[in-house]
């Protein structure tokens, strides 16, 4: 064992993806299992067929890997589109989170036995109660890949949280009602995976190619180019997805997305943001009503729900929804029927696939008593993360390219309309608190502004002077303190180090300099700028230019290391000329 380890450790090292680090710790870790199956009394009657490492800190997917026996290869491992959608139950996701130890189901029985002293075996309790591992899909999910006997062993960094978990599956007939080798093997097991933990949580995912994009998710960025293998395989299923993030981060148009994915494309996608809808009103908005169920009900009304019949719900701010509709939402994602206000007697079957929409820390919501937990642990079955735009640099100006391009279709179908690179540039080093609906907003004024100028041409150019008087109007970034913005500025410095393969000099970080100079120059003039900068005796003693060239110099290196051709600053040393050579 031990000199196993020290080479599982020094392999783990050298791992330069997160990929890679998975491969190694399942091979090890299906090793173990099926020296265990050997030894046991299911020697030749029991097969192990997989191991899957489920990332997802902070309650949310951010991997999703598998491999089986014999299979995979570190620098080539198997991508979980490439197979079935293996995901397990929210039921041992909860179980491993509650216990901090391993788990044991037994598929055919339902029943989950966590493997701490003391804990007690799990069926039908209150454990399973929000669409954990006793719901039909995950029965079905388990036994449809001849999974009859499953172990998940939680995934911790030192001294945090549970952040994820692995799992094995196993084929067993003969063990069914009766304990399998888990338990057996359960310390070498947990150990592997501890030392595994570090590496999964922090190594980067192996560089992937462009995104097919399309029109529901025009652009894809390095960020969300990762999670699109795991929303996919959500997309597959009938399970509720809960995609949380930030307003205007793109929320809807990401549940349109996995709608065209699913197996519903041909079927309405129906949209019900609850912001839009007074409490009271929130039953009727998504059961409907009949003739004279309440003031003002002159005719009967269709829901969402059954405007939704066939295809997809998208029930977005799911937290602003009142505790008695809480109520009724969740008898409808368990009994998958409803009653619409007002009708006599019996219900409806609602044969729709729910996607939950929220900005808010649901979790913290059911702590607080605003938001129930039994309704909590039945959308939050396949959770995932919709990063904000300031994590998605990469996209802000092939988003406003976009938008560009839109804005014009609308307004002037003919000719042609685009965004200078200039221009792209300051929107990329922006702050965008208001995300793809900030950005939007920005576009759309600074369409405008170009349009003043346009002089009848075939082609409107938004300039970086139209972006710069666009932006001049939203006043303070989202009214985030200096330490804010400089903090969220150093994480995408070191997001963008972490993402190349060799090191990025921590030097580069001084062309912060060059982009506070240059832009006070361009907003403010010379003189003014280097006063306000207390620079002024360098103007005094005209040595501003210099100072200003030196400055610019240190942005054009950071540029040319992100491998971004030009000087965004250059206009502003030709006009000054240069009195230094």
Not at 409 to 432: C, F, I, K, N, V
Not at 508 to 531: H, I, N, P, Y
């Amino acid at each position: 064992m031990r000199d196993g380890l020290s080479g599982l450790v020094s392999a783990l090292r050298v791992a330069e993806h997160f990929e890679a680090a998975a491969t190694l710790i399942l091979r090890r870790m299906l090793e173990v299992a099926e020296e265990g199956v050997a030894a046991s009394r299911y020697a030749g009657r029991a097969r192990i067929l997989r191991g899957m490492v489920h990332l997802r800190p902070g309650d949310a997917y951010r991997r999703l890997f598998s491999l089986e026996p014999g299979a995979g290869q570190p620098e080539a491992p198997r991508s979980p589109e490439e197979g079935l959608a293996l995901l397990t139950s929210a039921t041992a996701w909860r179980s491993v989170v509650r216990y901090r130890c391993a788990v044991s189901i037994d598929v055919n029985l339902g029943s989950l036995e966590p493997h701490a002293e003391g804990a007690e075996v799990t069926g039908d309790s209150a454990l399973a109660e929000g669409g954990g591992f006793s719901s039909n899909e995950s029965r079905q999910r388990f036994l449809g890949r001849r999974a009859s006997h499953v172990c998940v062993l939680p995934l911790c960094p030192p001294g945090g949280e549970v952040a994820g978990m692995i799992s094995l599956e196993a084929d067993c007939p003969a063990a069914v009602g009766r304990e399998f080798v888990w338990r057996e093997r359960d310390a070498e097991l947990q150990l592997l995976a501890d030392v595994a933990a570090p590496y999964l949580m922090t190594l980067p995912s192996r560089p992937v190619p462009a995104p097919e994009v399309d029109e529901f998710l025009p652009v894809v960025g390095s960020a969300m180019a990762g999670l699109l293998p795991i929303l996919r395989v959500f997309a597959e299923q009938e399970e509720t997805i809960l995609v949380s993030g930030a307003t205007g981060a793109g929320k809807s148009r990401l549940a349109r997305w996995c709608h065209e994915r699913s197996g519903r494309p041909g079927g309405p996608f129906e949209v019900l943001d609850l912001v839009t809808v007074p409490e009271d009103l929130q039953m009727a908005e998504l059961f409907g009503w009949r003739k004279g169920a309440f003031t003002g009900a002159v005719r009967d009304n269709a829901g969402s729900v059954a405007r939704a019949e066939g295809g997809t719900l998208f029930i977005d701010e799911i937290d602003k929804l009142s505790l008695k509709a809480q109520a009724g939402l969740l008898h409808l994602l368990e009994e998958r029927s409803y009653r619409p206000l007002g009708e006599g007697t019996g219900e409806k079957r609602a044969d729709v696939r729910f996607i939950i929409g929220t900005n808010a820390e649901l979790l913290g919501a059911v702590r607080a008593g605003r938001f129930r937990e039994d309704l909590y642990y039945r959308v939050n079955v396949l959770p995932i993360r919709m990063p904000p735009l300031d994590e998605r640099r990469d996209e802000i100006a092939p988003w406003a390219r976009y938008m560009v391009g839109r804005r014009h279709r609308e307004r002037m179908p003919s000719g042609q309309a685009r965004l200078t690179d200039e221009a792209g540039r300051l929107l990329s080093g922006s702050s965008w608190p208001g995300n793809l609906r900030q950005l939007d907003n920005i576009v759309r004024r600074a369409y405008t502004l170009a349009m003043v100028g346009h002089g009848g041409s075939g082609e409107v150019v938004l300039e970086e002077r139209h972006v710069a008087q666009a932006l001049s109007y939203e006043g303070p970034p989202g009214g985030k303190p200096l330490p804010e913005l400089l903090r969220a500025a150093a994480l995408a410095f070191v997001q963008e180090a972490q993402r190349r393969e060799g090191a990025m000099d921590l030097d580069l970080a001084d062309a912060f300099r060059g982009f506070v100079l240059g832009t006070a120059v361009r907003q403010l003039g010379r003189d003014e700028a280097f006063r306000v900068l207390g620079r002024e005796s360098l103007v005094r003693n005209r040595n501003h230019h210099k100072a200003l060239k030196r400055e610019v110099e240190k942005v054009d290196l950071l540029l040319k290391a992100l491998g971004e051709a030009g000087s965004p600053f250059a206009d502003l040393l030709a006009s000054e000329g240069d009195t230094t050579a």
